[in-house]
């Protein structure tokens, strides 16, 4: 018998009881022994509730079990996670999670410490939801040096996003009618603003390329300020507009951002519509490689996790190894990346197409009869920097988005 302690019966703790209890004896086929929720912990009491029976209100009799060979971290945020996860790592167990705030914040120092008690630290569930991801990068690509990770890796933008170019909606429309549907938190900055998608990059990167990556230096930018006006050019040139991921290495080292950008069907990111995320794998060797599914939701992240249990409960009092060291990979000037860029602009095109010229080259540009009084243009590739320089000359802009076709 291996016992596991799930720590938070949220919205994934729940998921994964649910899981190991749907999927037992899958689960014990694949594990060769029976995996039994020995413990949830839990601040609340759930009457009637199946867990009823194993909820515990106090993490030390968790700790103080040494028949507990595995504790799923599902509580999110820093604190008590960080604290609960090094004690469980430190008393032998190993430890799986889908928290990416504490992986990305942590995760060097937490697989040090599990490497140190000679237990796992797992983190499938952290990126992608139940897109089978980071064990591909460490199991399966390790021939290949890996130059680019993209993709969309927030299912919340990605539903929005996708609701604003069916039903020409705005915004904060779309993001009404996600939380009335259960796929926005009440608070949805760290989803909105770009922060969950940012961290999402760094621990993917970080694995990638074998070297830290902070998330707090990765330029991001959230869709907040995507319109339904964006959506109109957009679907006037073949795009869509999507929240972007993205680290590249280049000659001169490597870079990231998060940002909207606008993608056509040559991308297999146009594809990828509603919660649904996919992330895209570049390898010397390898060349291109995509992973697509289900990038959020209790039941897809609680099978991630589970996965992770099963991981791990076969390979009780070991490390399975996840090369990410601690060493920091410096990420090169923002300023210095090349984009394509989408511009709106106030005016018509005829009375400023000599001023764009002059700024810009000879940019293609895009009036609709519907959007009076502006219109817009694409650039050429040029850099970050350049293009700021240049657009500080254009008087009454109203928006730009990236583009990441040629
Ligand atoms: N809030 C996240 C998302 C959940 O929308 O993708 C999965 O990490």
Redo the contacts with the bound molecule.
């Keep these: 018998m291996v016992n596991a302690a799930v720590l938070g019966y949220g919205t994934v703790g729940s998921g994964v009881v649910e899981v190991l209890r749907t999927n037992r004896d899958i689960i014990r086929r694949n594990v060769g022994d029976e995996v039994r929720v020995k413990y949830v912990l839990d601040l609340r009491d759930f009457p009637g509730d199946p867990v009823e029976d194993v909820l515990v209100h106090d993490f030390d009799v968790i700790i103080n079990d040494p028949e507990v060979d595995i504790v799923v971290e599902t509580m999110g945020g820093l604190k008590p996670a960080f604290e609960f996860t090094k004690k469980a790592l430190k008393a032998g167990k190993s430890v799986c999670t889908s928290n990416?705030e504490l992986v990305a914040a942590h995760g060097t120092e937490l697989l040090q410490t599990a490497k140190a008690n000679q237990v796992s630290y797992l983190f499938e569930a952290s990126c992608g939801?139940g897109i089978p991801i980071i064990r591909p990068l460490i199991s399966s690509l390790t021939a290949d040096e890996i130059d680019g990770v993209s993709g969309i890796l927030?299912?919340?933008t990605n539903y929005i996003l996708t609701k604003m170019d069916t039903d020409g909606s705005e915004f904060s429309d779309a993001l009404a009618e996600a939380q009335k549907n259960g796929f926005a938190e009440r608070n949805p900055s760290a989803?909105i603003e770009g922060g969950?998608a940012c961290r999402k990059i760094a621990i993917l990167s970080s694995i990638a390329y074998g070297r830290h990556i902070s998330w707090d230096k990765i330029y991001t930018e959230g869709i907040s300020g995507i319109s339904a006006a964006d959506f109109k050019y957009a679907q006037e040139i073949g795009a869509k507009i999507r929240l972007v991921a993205t680290s590249v290495k280049k000659p001169e080292g490597y870079y990231a951002m998060v940002a909207p950008g606008m993608v056509n069907e040559s991308d297999p990111l146009y594809g990828v519509n509603g919660v649904f995320n996919a992330v895209k794998v570049h390898g010397n060797m390898l060349g291109d490689a995509m992973f697509y599914g289900s990038?959020?939701g209790k039941l897809p992240?609680a099978s991630a996790v589970a996965g992770d249990v099963v991981d791990e409960a076969r390979h009780l009092h070991e490390t399975i190894t996840t090369y990410w060291s601690d060493e920091e990979l410096p990420l090169q000037p923002v300023g210095n990346m090349e984009n394509r860029f989408f511009v709106r602009v106030q005016g018509s095109a005829s009375d400023r197409a000599e001023e764009i010229r002059k700024i810009f080259g000879n940019a293609e540009t895009i009036s609709l009869p519907s959007l009076p009084g502006e219109f817009a243009f694409i650039t050429d590739r040029m850099k970050e920097s350049e293009f700021a320089d240049r657009s500080g000359k254009l008087g009454g802009m109203i928006s730009r988005i990236r583009v990441l076709f040629a």
């Design positions: 990416k939801g927030n299912g919340t989803d969950d990038g959020a992240t």
